[in-house]
């Protein structure tokens, strides 16, 4: 838990979320300002600042490694697992990250299109 994160307050309850799926070390919950009729955040309980951070230790590939491993279930949760979706990471100031806590927007629900940015 880092002091202060708003994800680590939704994983601990502090702050109330709407959850989509959860296990012992995973969570996703819909994200509050959606871009799509689908927009989930997905987030490993434990802290990591990003990408970068998590992907530094063993402890985080396999935390990283559990993420991914739920992501089937994420979509199944949605019903994009056969539509499709994006999924997206923010990386640092000009990453566009806000929340210094690592976490991937799925997003879908909709025909999203080719584009990138
Ligand atoms: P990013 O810009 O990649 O760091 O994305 C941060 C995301 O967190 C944004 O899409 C916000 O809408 C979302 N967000 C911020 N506060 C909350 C919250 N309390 N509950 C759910 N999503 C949030
Ligand atoms: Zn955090």
Do not use: W
Not at 68 to 97: D, H, T, W, Y
């Amino acid at each position: 838990m880092s002091q202060d994160c708003i994800f680590c307050k939704i994983v601990s309850g502090e702050i109330p979320s709407k959850k989509i799926f959860e296990n012992e070390s995973i969570l996703a919950f819909e994200d509050v300002n959606p871009v799509a009729p689908v927009h989930t955040l997905v987030v490993p309980k434990k802290h990591y600042d990003n990408i970068l951070d998590i992907s530094s230790s063993e402890a985080g590939l396999a935390d990283l490694n559990q993420l991914m491993a739920a992501l089937p279930k994420v979509a199944e949760e949605l019903g994009v697992e056969e539509s499709g979706f994006r999924l997206i990471n923010n990386c640092g100031e000009e990453g566009g990250q806000t929340v210094m806590h690592i976490h991937f927007h799925l997003i879908g629900g909709r025909n999203l299109g080719p584009g990138l940015i």
